[in-house]
């Protein structure tokens, strides 16, 4: 089935290590999201891409990191200096920015 | 003013009767709106997307495009129990620098009905 796989399903981080979520999507579609959600909060944008080895920081891109090096991939990295981590993390991926994204079943990541 | 403005609810409609969610947005160069729905833990999956000005159906859904009033809504009929749940309106437009194009998510209203 085409789809979108996010892993792990949950994930904890210890004070001062770098964690790294999975995305990866066999839509073949060109554009791919990371956001964030916090309890009882709307979706905060982190990274996108709209291509290959290309990507832009959204809305609160601090303390992320991301890579955009396979159409399939788009992995996000919370490093140490996210100081308040503890979130649902949500990738989507879309045909194009002006098509609807499909998401996957999010990462949940707290701290330890 | 926020790019992308809904109520936050919660909206309560009897079994059976008509939920309006409703949306509202600031750029006027947005080309692009959808409707989510996300229950309590799940992630959001697609109800409708809307391109041109009017009404588009499907089953129960009904969206609404105001480009000129700059609203876009979801009209839900015959609402059931099982329609509960956040709704998440969304809209595409352009990177205040850069020009890129994203999409904004609103805060979402929260839709209760009652059996």
């Known amino acids: 089935d085409g789809g979108i796989t996010q892993s792990p399903k949950y994930l904890f981080r210890k004070e001062g290590q770098n964690v790294t979520l999975s995305c990866e999507q066999n839509?073949?579609?060109?554009?791919m999201y990371w956001y964030r959600q916090d309890p009882g909060q709307g979706l905060r944008l982190i990274y996108y891409?709209?291509?290959?080895?290309?990507?832009q920081k959204g809305d609160i891109a601090e303390g992320y990191s991301v890579s955009r090096e396979k159409k399939e991939s788009f992995p996000l990295t919370v490093t140490s200096a996210q100081k308040n981590p503890t979130a649902f993390y949500l990738c989507?991926?879309?045909?194009?920015?002006?098509?609807?994204?499909?998401f996957g079943d999010g990462t949940r990541l707290s701290i330890l | 003013q926020k790019e992308v403005e809904q109520n936050s609810g919660p909206l309560s409609v009897p079994e059976g009767a008509i939920a309006s969610l409703n949306c509202t947005y600031s750029?006027?160069?947005?080309?692009?709106f959808f409707w989510y729905r996300q229950y309590s833990g799940k992630s959001p999956e697609l109800i409708m997307s809307?391109?041109?000005?009017g009404d588009k159906e499907d089953g129960r859904f009904t969206a609404q495009l105001n480009k000129a009033s700059q609203y876009v809504s979801l009209l839900i009929r015959d609402s059931q129990p099982s329609d509960s749940a956040t709704y998440l309106c969304?809209?595409?437009?352009?990177?205040?620098?850069?020009?890129?194009?994203?999409?904004?998510f609103g805060t979402g209203t929260k839709l209760q009905v009652i059996p």
């Open positions: 989507a991926s879309s045909m194009s920015v002006s098509q609807p994204q499909h």
């Open positions: 839509l073949n579609h060109d554009a």
């Open positions: 891409s709209q291509i290959v080895n290309d990507f």
């Open positions: 750029d006027r160069g947005s080309q692009s």
């Open positions: 809307i391109y041109s000005n």
């Open positions: 969304a809209v595409n437009n352009r990177e205040r620098s850069g020009g890129y194009q994203k999409v904004t």
